[in-house]
C-alpha cells in the first residue's frame, strides 16, 4: 500500500504541476518551429539513375542475375563509386559549370554520392546543394562526366542512363514533424526534471505524511476545515 501511495503522490504532483508542463513543452516546440523554418539552410538533393549493362545486350534487358554477376557488379560499383567522386570528374564538372567561386573539388565531393540498389546492376548518382536547379545540374553533369570517363579508362560503354536529375521542391535535410517531435521530447523532459526539482526544494507541509515524517509521530486524528459562513447561509 505504501508504494501504490507513492504512485498516486507522484502523479497528483505532476497533474498538479500540469499547466507548468504544458507550457514548458510548448515554449520548446515552438523553439524547435523557429529553428527548422528560419535558422537551417535547405539543402536539396537531385538524384539520377544509371544501369549497368554490358556492351552486347539488347534493348530486352533481363534482369535476372547469377552470383558472378552479382559480384562482378559489386566490385564495378566499388570502383565507379570512386571514380565518380575522383578529382578528375569533379574538376570537369566544375570547370563544365563554371563553379569555381562557388566549390573546391574537395567540397564538391562531399556533395555527391554514388550508392548501388542492392542486387542490382542499378546506380545512383545524386548532389546536394543551397540551389534546387544547381544541385540537378551538378547531378546531370557528375553523370555524364563519369560516363565519358568509364568509357575512356576501360574501353567499353555500359553505362545507360535511365532517368535524369529534376530540381527538388522539398528539402532534403529539414523535416518539420521531426524536429517538432524532437523538442517536444525535449521539452518533456525538462518539464519533469524542473516539477522533480520543484517538489525537491518545496518544504511545505501538504499532508499528514509530511507531518509524520518530520516529527516522527503517527497522527491520531484529523480535523476537516469546516466552513462556517457557509453553512450559516445554508
Do not use: C, H
Not at 570517363?149 to 532517368?163: A, D, P, R
Amino acid at each position: 500500500m505504501e508504494e501504490e501511495f507513492d504512485i498516486l503522490e507522484i502523479l497528483k504532483m505532476f497533474w498538479n504541476k500540469r499547466i507548468q508542463i504544458i507550457l514548458i513543452i510548448l515554449f520548446f516546440m515552438i523553439i524547435g518551429y523557429i529553428y527548422t523554418v528560419y535558422f537551417i539552410q535547405p539543402q536539396y538533393r537531385s538524384e539520377s539513375t544509371i544501369i549497368l549493362a554490358n556492351n552486347n545486350e539488347s534493348e530486352n534487358y533481363n534482369e535476372t542475375l547469377t552470383q558472378s554477376e552479382v559480384m562482378l557488379n559489386d566490385k564495378l560499383v566499388a570502383t565507379y563509386r570512386e571514380l565518380a567522386k575522383s578529382s578528375s570528374v569533379i574538376e570537369e564538372v566544375i570547370a563544365n559549370l563554371r563553379l569555381q567561386d562557388r566549390y573546391t573539388e574537395e567540397s564538391l565531393g562531399k556533395k555527391v554520392e554514388v550508392t548501388l540498389v542492392t542486387n542490382t546492376q542499378v546506380i545512383k548518382i545524386s548532389a546536394t546543394d543551397e540551389n534546387p536547379e544547381l544541385a540537378a545540374n551538378i547531378t546531370n553533369e557528375v553523370t555524364k562526366v563519369f560516363s565519358q570517363k568509364v568509357s575512356e579508362v576501360y574501353n567499353i560503354n555500359n553505362i545507360k542512363v535511365l532517368s535524369d536529375a529534376e530540381p527538388s521542391n522539398d528539402p532534403s535535410n529539414i523535416s518539420l514533424k521531426k524536429n517538432l517531435f524532437m523538442f517536444f521530447g525535449i521539452g518533456f523532459i525538462i518539464s519533469i526534471v524542473y516539477v522533480i526539482i520543484l517538489n525537491t526544494l518545496d518544504s511545505t507541509i501538504k499532508n499528514k505524511k509530511d507531518i509524520e515524517d518530520i516529527t516522527g509521530l503517527n497522527v491520531l486524528a484529523e480535523i476537516p476545515v469546516f466552513d462556517i459562513d457557509k453553512e450559516r447561509k445554508k
